[in-house]
């Protein structure tokens, strides 16, 4: 049996060792991941209800409430029973979790927070990063798990059995501290995480019949919970000091076991972090390299979700009056009035009333979701160490991906940044002919100041993302500065300007690329893609269509790229 369904196996066990747990994420399809469920139902009761979500689930039929049908037969108000409330202390089942809409996990979040008292179980069956379930339920439960590397083979194995299970052990506040140094080594800031593997430790050492919770529970709690979750590596531990002086024989023979020495090896947080650092899996380690890990799950190219009266998908109703070319939700307009009909039909009937009789308080009227346009901001550098063929291909890049704005509802905007000052050559537009002009007047040559290049970047998708739109930042660029924030000259000045400036681009959680523009592939471009948290393309050879294909993939969600 691998790791990797052990430890699924185990998940099952301790979410029925400690319900508030909150359930799992299997990613992966196949008989692996039916076997998983299979061995957690047979750890619970026979009677435990079991339930499926729906891909297409109404809001009434998940929480319950007015069955309009029966309402306008009777003439009354009919209720009916939702899903949340019939899997009550069972197992609900969330297929394609990743394309959960986010109305629906809310409302499946908020039943969770007020007891619902089920387990969830979430089946992501999406392609990396950029396609997993709603953050609001992956947060709620404590283990996400993957089974796309488990064979056939390995699943000819014994089920465990369901047995009763003691009391879980509070942790001691060094098993508490331990847990929470190795949260913030790996990078892990919601204290959800936390709390799930103090449970689990507590409920892992329940299982073992133990007391309290030992090395072993707390190294489970940190493999199943925190090191999925980890978005950086443990820093290195600190290398030993010089030997000492050779000492006085009886200052050598002095037990190793003194109080004094605040430097015991034997720290169960040093331990845990150390061994933390073994037990991130393949493909969040791929993430942290990449810089990824930290990003919420979402591409460049589509842009973020607005709300609209008139167009996109169609999201629940609000309380409002139709017109002007918002229109009215019936059904939701006949679910406000129904229940109070026998108390207006206490009143005379005004001439012509039908049978249902409406206030104005009633009225609903629809809403929609619409995506918002997308702004690719291109920041060239237009310095004399940018090669002029470069710019040439840069202009082309921006011509090219301006040409599909009105198929991708995408606008392009440019930066140029050269001698001692950057400059917005285009504020943002779907002008062909207004593009082109920009960029025949961009001119070469001079210094690099690099980090007034990002300022202005990221000023300019400041007001982007106020105006409600998305900002796509791409860097064209080789690294390499000798302008510093404030105009001086100097290249370790200006290097660390240019550094600091990247990661105020990464604090702000703008999606970015940096483009290596240079002959060879230099160091100073990645290390300014490092501080931003920027995808880091080295293209030594490119032209303009080999450009715009970069930013393309580079901007499109992860799925369109596997």
């Given at each position: ?135 609001a339920l992956m947060e709620r439960v404590a283990f996400d798990l993957s089974l796309r590397d488990v064979r056939a083979a390995d699943l000819a194995i014994d089920l465990p059995p369901a047995c009763e299970v003691s009391a879980s052990p509070p942790l001691d506040s060094e098993a508490l501290s331990a847990l929470a140094a190795t949260a913030t080594a790996l990078g892990v800031a919601s204290i959800r995480p936390l709390l799930q593997a103090a449970a689990t430790a507590s409920a892992h050492a329940a299982l073992g ?354």
């Amino acid at each position: 049996m691998t790791d990797a369904m052990a430890d699924a196996l185990l998940a099952a066990r301790l979410l029925t060792a400690d319900r508030k747990l909150g359930g799992m994420v299997l990613r992966g399809g196949g008989p692996a991941r039916d076997l998983v469920l299979q061995a957690l139902l047979g750890l619970l009761p026979t009677d435990t209800s079991f339930r499926r979500l729906p891909g297409h689930i109404d809001e009434d039929r998940l929480t319950g409430g007015t069955d309009i049908a029966a309402s306008l037969a009777t003439g009354s108000l009919v209720l009916q029973r939702g899903l949340l409330a019939e899997v009550a202390g069972g197992v609900l089942v969330v297929p394609m979790a990743e394309r959960l809409r986010t109305d629906t996990a809310g409302r499946i979040a908020q039943a969770l927070d007020n007891g619902g008292g089920f387990l969830l179980v979430l089946l992501d069956d999406g392609e990396g990063q950029d396609e997993r379930p709603p953050l609001a339920l992956m947060e709620r439960v404590a283990f996400d798990l993957s089974l796309r590397d488990v064979r056939a083979a390995d699943l000819a194995i014994d089920l465990p059995p369901a047995c009763e299970v003691s009391a879980s052990p509070p942790l001691d506040s060094e098993a508490l501290s331990a847990l929470a140094a190795t949260a913030t080594a790996l990078g892990v800031a919601s204290i959800r995480p936390l709390l799930q593997a103090a449970a689990t430790a507590s409920a892992h050492a329940a299982l073992g019949g133990r007391d309290t919770a030992g090395r072993a529970d707390l190294e489970a709690a940190t493999r199943l919970v925190l090191a999925p979750r980890a978005t950086q590596l443990p820093p290195e531990p600190e290398a030993p000091p010089p030997p000492e002086p050779e000492r006085e024989p009886e200052e050598a023979e002095r037990p190793d076991n003194d109080d004094d020495d605040d430097s015991a090896p034997d720290l169960p947080e040093d331990l845990l972090i150390e061994a933390a650092r073994a037990m991130i899996p393949p493909d969040v380690l791929e993430l942290i390299a990449s810089g990824r890990a930290q990003r919420s799950a979402r591409g460049g190219g589509a842009g973020r979700r607005t709300g609209s009266a008139l167009r996109g998908k169609p999201l629940g109703a609000r309380p409002g009056m139709p017109g002007g070319g918002v229109r009215m939700a019936l059904v939701d307009t006949l679910r406000a009035a129904i229940p109070w009909q026998p108390l207006r039909r206490r009143d005379p009937a005004p001439a012509g009333a039908g049978p249902i009789r409406f206030r104005r308080d009633d009225l609903r009227v629809r809403r929609f979701e619409e995506r918002a346009t997308t702004v690719t901001i291109f920041a060239v550098d237009a310095s004399g160490s940018a090669a002029l063929a470069r710019l040439s291909e840069a202009k082309g890049a921006v011509e090219l991906i301006l040409a599909q704005a009105y198929v991708k509802r995408a606008e392009v905007a440019l930066v140029a940044f050269r001698g001692t000052e950057a400059d917005l050559l285009l504020p943002p537009t779907r002008s062909l002919t207004r593009a082109k002009r920009a960029l025949a007047e961009l001119p070469g040559g001079g210094g690099t100041p690099l980090a007034r290049g990002i300022a202005l970047t990221r000023q300019l998708a400041d007001a982007v993302m106020s105006r409600g739109r998305t900002p796509f930042l791409v860097f064209l660029t080789d690294g390499s500065a000798n302008i510093g924030a404030d105009g001086s000259s100097g290249r370790a000045q200006a290097n660390a300007d240019a550094l600091t400036a990247a990661r105020r681009i990464a604090s702000a959680g703008l999606d970015a690329v940096v483009i290596d523009i240079s002959p060879r592939p230099r160091p100073e471009a990645a290390r300014i893609a490092e501080a931003m948290r920027a995808r880091y393309l080295p293209l030594p050879f490119a032209d303009a269509k080999a450009l715009k294909a970069a930013v393309t993939l580079a901007a499109e969600p992860q799925k369109k790229r596997a």
